[in-house]
């Protein structure tokens, strides 16, 4: 008889054969990490295991903490478990797991896209019986735009800004969608981020990522009209105010809703996600080869029809433990 291969837990989810936990929520002994934003690496865990890239970005965020890495598609035995990292695509060092059990395969995608990015290893087809998926954007609503042009759109933007002297202040996850924005906007003038992103900045650098020219935000906060200033998305709006004359955009796939746009506090609102959209969720899972899918994180209900209509076994999982004992994967 074999043991389920992943449980969900009050802790997160669990791995029986292995005896450890993906992206736990809660400490643990043994934290297997997809990627190092802060709802799926977080604090307290005794031992982190994540993929290579991931290392200096976990410990920009957690600390000094106990980390062992693996390169790319190389495989560790966790107890019964074989375990592997496959590029994600989302941010710098995000990874599938693989988890190979008694011959059996299991795939959980964590955060994943397929657009081109130069910040983070590009996206690969990993084959698995089962597949445990995000679905942020499961919706067929969600259709990204060409990512090349949204970054033509963003640079017309500081360029009309530039024309007004006007300060252009762009909202953007000081770990991921910083970077690429940077690494992707041609070079039009000074760039300014914020404390946060710095270091993240810094280890994108130290792996040999390009980011081009940019400066931290002097604390003063005085720049010059024109520039081009990164902050996190969370900043009060009162911050703002000694930028002006300025204007405010955002780049996230929300934004391809109007009613997620916020209005009149964002001037521009640009569509450019680093997770997949509805089609590259689809396309994505199906060139796993599986045939069993589970889905979190999203819309899961919507998914889960939408791949049973196309004659998969599919599911949703649960959310919390409390209904563990009504689903959990493994071999058939
Ligand atoms: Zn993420």
Redesign the pocket.
């Known amino acids: 008889m074999k043991e389920p291969l992943l449980v969900p837990t009050d802790k997160g989810l669990y791995v029986p054969p292995g005896d450890f936990y993906i992206d736990p929520i809660r400490r643990v002994p043994r934290a297997v990490i997809t990627?190092a934003?802060s709802?799926?690496a977080r604090r307290g865990s005794r031992v982190y295991l994540c993929s290579m890239s991931t290392v200096p970005l976990l410990r920009g965020r957690l600390g000094n903490v106990a980390v062992q890495s693996l390169p790319w598609g190389e495989k560790l035995t966790i107890g019964e478990v074989q375990v592997s990292f496959h590029p994600a695509g989302?941010?710098l060092g995000?990874a599938q797991i693989r988890l190979e059990y008694r011959g059996y395969v299991m795939l959980v995608t964590?955060?994943f896209k397929c657009d081109a990015d130069p910040t983070a290893e590009a996206w690969e087809a990993v084959q698995a019986h089962a597949v445990l998926s995000e679905c942020t954007f499961g919706l067929p609503v969600y259709r990204w735009p060409d990512p090349v042009g949204v970054i033509a759109e963003i640079a017309a933007w500081w360029e009309a800004c530039q024309r007004k002297k006007y300060r252009a202040i762009f909202l953007a996850y000081s770990l991921?969608k910083a970077q690429r924005i940077l690494a992707s906007l041609p070079d039009l003038g000074p760039r300014y981020v914020h404390p946060s992103v710095v270091r993240m900045n810094q280890a994108y650098e130290a792996q040999g990522i390009r980011l081009g020219r940019w400066q931290p935000l002097p604390k003063d906060g005085q720049v010059e009209a024109g520039a081009f200033i990164l902050l996190p998305p969370q900043v009060r709006p009162e911050r703002l105010q000694a930028f002006a004359p300025y204007e405010v955009a955002e780049a996230s796939g929300w934004l391809l809703l109007r009613k997620h746009r916020r209005t009149p506090a964002l001037h521009q609102a640009f569509v450019l996600s680093?997770h997949a959209d509805f089609y590259q969720l689809v396309r994505c899972l199906e060139a796993t080869g599986a045939e069993r899918f589970y889905f979190t994180h999203g819309y899961r209900e919507a998914m889960q029809t939408y791949f049973a209509a196309k004659g998969y076994a599919s599911y949703v999982w649960p959310d919390g433990y409390s209904d563990r004992r009504t689903l959990f994967a493994g071999a058939p």
Do not use: Q, V
Request: glycine share 18%; aromatic share 0%; charged share 25%.
């Open positions: 990627h934003h709802d799926h989302h941010i995000s964590g955060d991921g680093d």
